[in-house]
């Protein structure tokens, strides 16, 4: 986890050196946060669907990496019983992990269902004002 946490520190941190000191940047990155929090104000079940990818996409990345885990344990515990053993455990992780990634979402999906449209729209002009400071300061506020 720590290796994959250091990846993406130094590829934001190389992507922040390309281009986060450059103006269109941050008007073309304000401009799309103005736009995409209109739409998110106007259809707040969009920002209820965003919010619940942003929130899935942790959780993917946790399953993934047990997953993996288990499959490098099972690989080296089938060298003493054999191919069968290995294939039978590779079927049976992947049907565990879309399984569990398919539940994790539908339990995501609850929660998020419960907050309010108020809240949504409240979420939806923050991104605007955040949007409006990035374009009127032509400086990065937000990420």
Excluded: C, H
């Excluded at 269109?24 to 919010?51: D, H, N, Q």
Aim: net charge positive; charged share 15%; hydrophobic share 65%.
């Amino acid at each position: 986890m720590q290796i994959f946490t250091a990846i993406r520190r130094l590829l934001f941190k190389l992507f922040n050196l390309i281009l986060g000191k450059t103006t269109i940047f941050v008007v073309i990155l304000g401009w799309f946060l103005v736009i995409s929090g209109a739409i998110m104000f106007i259809w707040p079940e969009r920002a209820r669907s965003k919010l619940v990818r942003m929130g899935f996409r942790q959780v993917k990345w946790i399953l993934l990496i047990g997953a993996l885990y288990l499959v490098s344990l099972l690989s080296s515990i089938s060298d003493n019983f054999g191919p069968v053993i290995f294939i039978v455990g590779i079927i049976a992780i992947i049907v565990a992990y879309l399984f569990l990634k398919k539940k994790t979402f539908s339990k995501i999906q609850e929660q998020f269902a419960k907050i309010p449209i108020k809240a949504l729209k409240v979420f939806a002009v923050i991104q605007i004002i955040l949007g409006f400071f990035m374009i009127f300061f032509l400086k990065r506020i937000w990420f």
